[in-house]
C-alpha cells in the first residue's frame, strides 16, 4: 500500500509549500540524509539559522559585514529550494565549485570572469571560516532562542572545561545509576571521552540474564535448595512479581547502566505497559515486550523501536485497546497514543519557533481507521497430553477499514495513507517527532525546561543519524550543556534511580527483592506499574512527603543485610572500610576528604537543599 504526500487545499505558507518536496513516497526517506558533494536534502528543523559577523578590508578602512548562515550539524551554509526540496549547501562546496568554474574559465581566456569567480569563491570562505566555528561549537553568534548567543545550559560544544570528581559524579548520576567510589576513580583517571566509550559499548550478559530467568520462575535462584524450574513447555509458566524483581537483579548488577537508563527512558511514556490486569495466558507476550525494549536499549534505532511498539501485544494491542479498535466501529486510543506518547506529542515547534499543533481530532480518527483490524485469539497446542493456551494476536481482514486515510490535514505534512505501516512513515516525516524525542532526551539527561532553539538543534543531530539515538546521547554526554552550573540539581531524581543508584553506588546488599519491590511500590514508582498511561508523575514522585518516604526506603535497606542468592536470614556484614572509606587513612583533613568522597559517591553535597534532584 503507498503512502502519498498531498497539497493541503488551504493558504501554505511559502515554506510550508517547499516543505512538500522532501515528503515523498519510499526512496525519499532513505534518501533525506543523504550527502552529495556537500549538498544535502533536508526537513525543516533539521537546520536552524544564525547571523554571523567578520571583518573586511584593511586597518583603518576595515568594515564589519553580517551575513545569515545556515547550520546543519557543525557545516554552515544555506538553505534554498531546489526542485521542490529543500537543499542544503555548504559554503565550503560554494567556494569549491566557484574556484573549479574560476579555472575553467581561466582555461577558455575568459580573464575577467575568472577573476570575478574566483572573488566570489574567496568570499564564500570568508564565510564559511567565520559561520563554521559557530555551527561546531554552538556557544556563540546567534544559535540560540530569538537568534541570540546560545547559553552554555545548551550548548552542544564539548566540554573542555575541569575534570574532577564533581564532573564524574554528574555523569555517572545523569548518564548512568552512579558509580563507586573506584568507579569514580578510573572515571577521573581515563577521561571523559574514554569513559562515555565504554559505557556505551553494549556487554553481552549470558549469566545476568539466566539468573533473571530462574528469579522469574518462583522467585529464587538454581542455587536454592527450594527453586523451582518453570515448565520448558508453557511459555506463561513464571511470577510476573518475579518478572518485575528480576529487573532489580538486572539493574543491580548489569554492566550496561547507560543502557538501562534509555530502557527505562522508554519504559516510561513512550512504552509504559501495566501489569495490573495480564492475564494468564499472554504472560509471555510481557517478556515480548520487555525484550522490544531491551533490543531497543541495545540498538539506540528509535525508529524500529517505535514500529515495534506500535504492534507490541501488551502496550499497543492491550494496555492502550488497539485489539477493540474495529474499523466499522474504531477505538481511538492507541492511534492517540501512538503520537501523543511515543513519537510527536500533540504541539511542537514550528518554523518560526513558536508552539503549532501536530494534529488534531480528525486526524486521530483517521490514524484509527489506518490502524484498524487487530484482534486476540486462542492458540492451543497439546504437548505430552497437556493442552498450553496463549493469547495471541491476529489480524482480521473484516475488521480493518479499507480505502484511503488523510493525516495531517492541512499541513506540509499531510499524507495519503492506507495502514498502520504508511501511518509510521508518514509520522516519521513530521519534524515534530524527532523535536518530541530531542525534548524528552534534553529533559531525561540536562534540563528540564529547554527552548525551542535547543530542541531544534538536538532534534537535526537526531535526523542526521536517521532517529539512532546513542550518537545524540553521545553528544549530551560531552557537551558543554551537561556540565554547565545552571544545570545543576534542576533533574528530579525518580526513586527508582534513587534507590538502585545508592545500592550500586555504595554496593549495599539488599535485604530481599520482596522488600525492594514494597520499598518502591511505597514510592509509587515499581517498574512496569505506572500510575496510568501517561507513566509516572515526576514532580509527585519528587514531592516534600515523598521526600522524606525516599529517606525511609534507604533506611529500611540498611537496617538489616541479607545475602540475596538464596534471602538466608544470616545477617550479612557491610564493610564500610573496603566501600567507602579506603585510601584515606594518611590523607589530611581525611574527615573532609571522607565527606568530600561520599558527596560525589552519592551526588548530594551539605549545601543542597533538595536532595533527590541531579
Not at 494476536?393 to 505501516?421: H, L, M, N, R
Request: hydrophobic share 35%; with cysteine.
Amino acid at each position: 500500500m503507498g503512502l502519498q504526500f498531498v497539497s493541503s487545499p488551504f493558504k501554505l505558507s511559502l515554506l510550508a509549500v517547499i516543505s512538500l518536496g522532501f515528503a515523498l513516497p519510499n526512496t525519499a526517506f532513505a534518501a533525506k540524509n543523504k550527502k552529495n558533494n556537500g549538498n544535502s536534502v533536508v526537513a525543516i528543523g533539521d537546520t536552524y539559522s544564525t547571523d554571523v559577523s567578520y571583518e573586511i578590508g584593511k586597518k583603518k578602512k576595515k568594515k564589519e559585514v553580517t551575513f545569515s548562515a545556515d547550520c546543519y550539524g557543525e557545516k554552515a551554509g544555506k538553505v534554498k529550494s531546489v526542485k521542490g526540496k529543500l537543499m542544503f549547501t555548504s559554503f565550503a562546496q560554494e567556494a569549491s565549485s566557484l574556484k573549479k568554474k574560476a579555472k575553467l574559465a581561466n582555461k577558455r581566456g575568459n580573464k575577467k570572469a575568472a577573476a570575478k569567480l574566483r572573488a566570489k569563491a574567496a568570499a564564500a570562505a570568508k564565510r564559511n571560516k567565520a559561520a563554521v566555528e559557530i555551527c561546531r561549537k554552538g556557544s556563540s553568534g546567534g544559535g540560540g532562542e530569538g537568534g541570540g548567543p546560545i547559553p552554555t545550559a545548551e550548548s552542544l560544544a564539548p566540554y573542555t572545561g575541569t575534570w574532577g570528581y564533581r564532573e564524574a559524579s554528574i555523569f555517572h548520576h545523569r548518564f548512568t545509576f552512579g558509580a563507586t567510589s573506584k568507579e569514580l576513580d578510573a572515571t577521573v583517571t581515563n577521561g571523559l571521552e574514554a569513559t562515555l566509550n565504554n559505557a556505551m559499548s553494549w556487554k553481552n550478559e549470558p549469566i545476568l540474564e539466566e539468573q533473571a530467568r530462574q528469579w522469574q520462575c518462583n522467585r529464587r535462584f538454581a542455587n536454592d535448595e527450594n527453586y523451582e524450574e518453570c515448565d520448558p513447555f508453557d511459555v506463561n509458566d513464571f511470577s510476573l512479581t518475579g518478572f518485575v524483581e528480576s529487573m532489580y537483579h538486572i539493574l543491580l548488577y548489569t554492566k550496561n547502566p547507560l543502557h538501562y537508563r534509555m530502557f527505562y527512558w522508554a519504559h516510561d511514556e513512550r512504552g509504559t505497559l501495566g501489569l495490573d490486569n495480564v492475564d494468564n495466558d499472554e504472560r509471555y507476550a510481557v517478556r515480548t515486550h520487555f525484550k522490544m525494549l531491551q533490543d531497543f536499549a541495545k540498538s539506540g534505532d528509535f525508529k524500529s523501536f517505535a514500529e515495534t511498539w506500535h504492534e507490541d501485544h501488551m502496550v499497543s494491542l492491550r494496555y492502550l485497546d488497539r485489539a477493540l479498535n474495529d474499523g466499522t466501529n474504531p477505538n481511538e486510543n492507541e492511534a492517540r497514543e501512538f503520537w501523543e506518547l511515543n513519537t510527536t506529542s500533540p504541539d511542537y515547534c514550528d518554523s518560526n519557533n513558536e508552539i503549532a499543533p501536530v494534529y488534531g481530532p480528525l486526524d486521530i480518527a483517521q490514524s484509527a481507521l489506518a490502524t484498524s483490524g487487530w484482534t486476540f485469539a486462542d492458540d492451543e497446542q497439546e504437548i505430552n497430553s497437556t493442552t498450553y493456551t496463549r493469547i495471541v494476536k491476529a489480524f482480521s481482514p473484516v475488521k480493518f477499514a479499507e480505502g484511503q486515510k488523510i493525516v495531517f490535514i492541512g499541513t506540509p505534512y499531510e499524507a495519503v495513507i492506507e495502514d498502520s505501516d504508511d501511518l509510521v512513515e508518514a509520522t516519521f516525516q513530521h519534524p515534530a517527532v524527532a523535536q518530541h524525542v530531542a525534548e524528552e532526551l534534553i529533559k531525561e539527561f540536562i534540563q528540564p525546561f529547554p527552548s525551542c532553539a535547543f530542541i531544534k538543534r538536538v532534534a537535526s543531530l537526531i535526523t542526521e543519524h536517521n532517529f539512532n539515538l546513542y550518537p545524540v546521547v553521545r553528544t549530551l554526554a560531552l557537551s558543554e550543556a551537561a556540565y554547565a552550573s545552571e544545570n545543576e540539581k534542576t533533574l528530579i531524581k525518580l526513586p527508582l534511580n534513587y534507590i538502585i543508584g545508592f545500592l550500586r553506588s555504595t554496593q549495599y546488599p539488599v535485604s530481599s527483592y520482596n522488600e525492594l519491590n514494597d520499598i518502591l511500590g511505597d514510592l509509587g514508582h515499581r517498574p512496569f506499574y505506572p500510575n496510568s498511561i501517561f507513566g509516572w508523575n515526576s514532580e509527585a514522585l519528587a514531592s516534600d512527603a515523598n521526600t522524606i518516604l525516599h529517606w525511609n526506603g534507604i533506611a529500611r535497606i540498611m537496617k538489616r543485610t541479607y545475602d540475596v542468592t538464596n534471602e538466608d536470614p544470616t545477617e550479612k556484614t557491610y564493610n564500610f572500610y573496603t566501600n567507602l572509606v579506603y585510601g584515606l587513612d594518611n590523607v589530611a583533613n581525611s574527615d573532609e576528604a571522607l565527606i568530600a568522597r561520599l558527596s560525589h559517591l552519592l551526588g548530594v553535597y551539605p549545601t543542597d537543599t533538595a536532595p533527590i534532584v541531579q
